[in-house]
């Protein structure tokens, strides 16, 4: 089984598919579109974390930034129902420590960010993932903040700042925008104020 390639990247598309040249082999691998800005400019030096998938009809390469970034996509194609496509939009909504955190929050909220899940997979999802993914191992026990906004020692995110979010991906922000915003709000559990605290902020950003 391939593990990791480390040469130089040939081309990368907008949709995932980079090339990497190995020993004068150029291998074809799928990494989530998030990670394709992160991997430089062709020519450049590259190491990617891989994963083989094996079909009676193709060999598939998936790749990755970090060993992390593998480890959940193992555990996200190990679900039912789950295929690689769908692991990798994952990815590219919600790093390994933020979805490790949507687990641990049983935060339905934060999987339905991910195009193409509604919330009967999303809640699949956290029950399955309890038990594939190390979330002590990873320091998210709860003792730290989250992507989605919590406080240390809050759990799940409060009902005011799920809230905010489903108002905000109505309107249309993107989820990392999302994420941000809620990271960024003050205290408090009022609706209104909070989605006007984070229109403020998406405004400036943008």
């Known amino acids: 089984m391939i593990g990791s390639l480390r040469g130089t990247l040939g081309e990368a598309g907008l949709d995932g598919t980079v090339l990497v040249e190995v020993g004068g082999v150029g291998y074809r691998v799928l990494v989530p579109p998030a990670t394709v800005p992160a991997l430089g400019e062709p020519g450049g030096d590259i190491v990617l974390h891989t994963h083989l ?49 949507a687990v641990v929050d049983d935060d339905v909220g934060a999987l339905c960010l991910v195009p193409g899940v ?26 730290s903040g989250d992507a989605d906004g919590s406080r240390p020692g809050e759990g799940s995110a409060p009902p005011a700042r799920a809230e905010v979010r489903q108002a905000l991906v109505a309107l249309g922000y993107e989820p990392e925008e999302v994420r941000v915003a809620l990271r960024e709000l003050p205290e408090g559990d009022d609706v209104a104020t909070l989605v006007k605290a984070a229109l403020s902020r998406l405004g400036r950003a943008r």
């Open 53 to 101: 998938a094996v079909r009676e009809d193709a060999l598939t390469l998936y790749g990755f930034a970090r060993r992390d970034e593998r480890t959940c996509f193992e555990a996200l194609i190990g679900a039912h129902g789950v295929g690689p496509a769908l692991a990798l939009a994952v990815l590219s909504v919600h790093t390994p420590d933020g979805l490790r955190r």
């Open 118 to 143: 509604g919330r009967k997979t999303a809640a699949r999802l956290l029950i399955e993932l309890k038990d594939r993914l190390d979330v002590a191992v990873a320091g998210l026990d709860g003792a």
